[in-house]
């Protein structure tokens, strides 16, 4: 048992890894460039050594470590999508605003035209 938290600690800790090299080199976050399938992670080998008590701890230190960067990871993901509802707002907002100023200058520009045909 100590031995399998020990390979799923490293397996997790390799994921995490893998997702943070990722998302600093701007890959899509699902992984596969964007396709939506992540690529295979590879087993990690912990060897044939059991677990003893120093193990324990240390494997048990590692799940709290990961645990403490997935929670990072759900924050920044978390205000990274406030951040991106925020801007879909304002993009919104914008395709408004420009629909109107287009609408006033086809007014403006009708009115225009009308003016000079009548000057004719």
Known sequence: ????????????AAILRM?????????????????G?????????VGAKECNGSDDVRARA??????????AER???????VSLDAS???LVALRNELA????SLADESHVADTNAYRSL
């Not at 924050?75 to 999508?81: F, G, N, P, R, T």
């Not at 109107?100 to 609408?103: E, G, I, M």
């Open 88 to 90: 879909r707002r304002e």
């Open 1 to 12: 048992m100590c031995k399998r938290e020990l390979e799923a600690s490293q397996r997790v």
């Open 37 to 45: 399938e992540s690529p295979p992670v590879p087993p990690v080998s």
């Open 62 to 71: 590692a799940h709290a470590e990961l645990a403490g960067e997935l929670d």
């Open 100 to 103: 109107q100023l287009q609408s």
């Open 75 to 81: 924050a920044l993901h978390a205000k990274a999508s």
């Open 19 to 35: 997702r943070t090299h990722r998302s600093s080199s701007g890959d899509d976050a699902r992984g596969g460039g964007g396709h």
